[in-house]
Structure formats: C-alpha cells, structure tokens
C-alpha cells in the first residue's frame, strides 16, 4: 500500500513537471509602474526581515526544524513549478506556502517565498526583480497569512483536521491570486469603469483560473499534513503547532 | 479511517480535477495566465510600456522546461528523502 502510494506520487508529479510552454502567474519584468513597484517592496520588506529572524530563533530551538522546513521548501519548489490547466483554458500554478505557514508561522514562508520567487525571476523570466516585491507580498506574505490563520482559527473546533488543512492552503492559494489581481488593479485602474472594473477584469484572468488549483493545492497540503500527523502519532517527529 | 486510504482517495480527486479541463476543454490553449493579465493591461492602457525586461531569458521552451523540471528535481528530491528518512525512522520505532 505504502509503496503504491509512493509510486503514485512519483509518476503524478512527473506527469505534472512537464511544463508547457508558457509563462506563469506572477506579476511580469517592468508591469508594475516604478512607483507600485517601490511600494510592494518597502511593504515586503519587513516581513522577511521578521522571517529571517523567525528561522534563525526555529533553528536554534527545534532539533525538527530545519527537516520540516527542508520539507515545507521542497514542497513550495514543487507545487509552484507545477502549472496546472484550468476550466478557463489557461494554465496556472499552485504557491505551496499554506504548508509551511501551517507548521511554521507565515513569516517564514516569506523567506522561502522570496527563494523561490527569486529563483523564477532570475533563470526563468517568470516574475521579475521590479515585481518581486508585489510577488513576495501576494505569495510570501497574505497568502499564508490566510493559510495560517484559518488553520490556527479552525484548529480549535472539532472540525476534521484534514479538512481544516485543505481550507487553510486552498484559500491561501486563492488570497495570493486576489492579491495580485488587485495589485494590477490599483496600478491599472480601468479609464471607464474605474477600480472596480479593472479589478473585475483581472479578477477573472487570475482568480477563476486558480479556483480548480487552489483545489489542487489544497489536496496535496491535506496529503502532507495526513502524513505528517501519522508520524507524529508514531512518535517519529514532534511537531507542536498542528 | 487509514492516513493511506484518505491520502490515496485525495490523490485521485487531484487527478480528476487536473484532467477535467484537458478532457472537456480540449481546443483551448492553456496558455499562462500572466499572459492573459499581459493583455488586460494593454487593454486598459495601451500605451504602457514594460520599464524591464527580464535579465535572463531561457532561449526556448526546451531550456524553460529544462529549468522548471530542475525546480521541481530540487523539491521532489527534498521532499522524497525527507519522508523516506520519516518512514525509516517509523520502522526503528516500530520494532522497538
């Protein structure tokens, strides 16, 4: 059972890692004006601060820490290489982060938000360094926010935990993409209809397609986190928070 | 019930969700939704002008898979050693 199981995960992330050829969901190189640009970035900033200084104070106290959140990386690596089709005929990609804010807090995953966004702009032209602000604040920073808050807020009812993991991450993913539409839309406000119809328009190029993937995401973090609980249960590894 | 009976019904829920689309939508491009957000902005302003450009392009689309395929390499492996080293740990408790 285990090994199928393992097998299964294999050939479905092989079958998922053959990307297309397409750009990914990020705010693009120079789209954002000079000025939203700075904002985002000044806004970002202290929350990796405090993400470097949350890792730094985990790595010290946890002898679990630094394997959990090897695993919470690996787990962003992926699911954020994996562009996924949509209902609405595009292609779109999972951020991953709702594990990590789940077991670790938000701020860390502004961290390795930023390692992974970093890694995009630089070698894939996907994202960029002028946007990588407004990406470290919709992926690394309101995205687990959510994440975490939900789970925190839901973790107390007797709410099955699976399914508290699938709400916190799903509705992270989501959050993440509401961020950025609304990013563009700030910048981008519509002549005619203003704010609120460029927000529309982008809500519904970013945010419909992410539906079905924030879908997605929520079942592979529900996947982990079962795992997770099931080693925990055994004594294998200690985890506090969930 | 069992964390591998939950996990594996949750694995094939993933499939049909992902499969859905290709199968119903078939004649569609699925193209990156940046692209589409690319257009939306040009139709709001089109006289915007991107300030950057990209550092670093990969020439094709074989070098950009090439790339992704290594982000997903880093993490997969990450991952797999990660829960392989969880699983060995499980069977020493296990026999304790």
Redesign the interface.
């Known amino acids: 059972m285990k090994n199928i199981k393992y097998l299964g995960l294999s050939v479905f992330l092989l079958l998922l890692s053959t990307p297309s050829i397409s750009h990914g969901m990020h705010i693009m190189e120079g789209f954002l004006p000079a000025k939203w640009a700075i904002f985002w970035a000044v806004l970002a900033l202290p929350f990796l601060i405090l993400g470097l200084k949350n890792i730094n104070k985990l790595f010290k106290e946890d002898v679990n820490a630094k394997v959990l959140l090897g695993l919470a990386g690996g787990f962003v690596f992926v699911l954020s290489a994996l562009k996924i089709p949509s209902v609405t005929g595009s292609c779109s990609h999972p951020t991953g982060v709702g594990l990590g804010a789940i077991l670790f807090g938000p701020t860390v995953m502004t961290v390795i938000g930023t390692i992974v966004l970093l890694f995009q702009a630089l070698l894939l032209a996907h994202g960029g360094l002028t946007t990588l602000g407004a990406n470290i604040f919709s992926m690394g920073i309101v995205g687990p926010i959510i994440s975490y808050g939900i789970f925190k807020g839901l973790k107390k009812t007797n709410m099955n935990r699976t399914y508290v993991t699938f709400l916190a991450a799903a509705l992270g993913n989501l959050a993440t993409y509401c961020i950025t539409a609304t990013q563009l839309a700030i910048a981008f406000p519509d002549p005619a209809s203003g704010l609120v119809g460029s927000l529309m328009k982008f809500l519904t190029v970013f945010a419909v397609t992410q539906i079905p993937l924030a879908i997605v995401e929520g079942l592979l973090t529900a996947i982990v986190y079962n795992l997770l609980i099931e080693y925990k249960e055994k004594g294998v590894i200690s985890i506090e928070n969930i | 019930m069992k964390?591998?009976k939950?996990?594996?019904i949750?694995?094939l829920?993933?499939?049909v969700?992902?499969l859905?689309?290709?199968i119903f939508?078939g004649d569609?491009?699925?193209?990156?939704?940046?692209?589409?957000?690319?257009g939306?902005?040009l139709?709001?302003?089109p006289d915007?002008e991107?300030?950057?450009?990209?550092?670093?392009?990969?020439p094709s689309?074989e070098i950009?898979?090439l790339?992704?395929?290594v982000?997903?390499a880093?993490?997969?492996?990450?991952?797999?050693y990660?829960?392989g080293?969880?699983?060995e740990?499980?069977k020493v408790?296990?026999n304790r």
């Open positions: 964390t591998s939950t996990n594996l949750l694995f829920l993933i499939i969700i992902v859905v689309p290709l939508m569609s491009e699925f193209g990156g939704a940046d692209g589409e957000a690319e939306v902005i139709d709001i302003n915007y991107p300030w950057a450009e990209p550092i670093l392009e990969p689309g950009e898979s790339l992704f395929s982000q997903v880093i993490g997969a492996g990450t991952i797999g990660i829960l080293m969880f699983r740990k499980k408790v296990d």
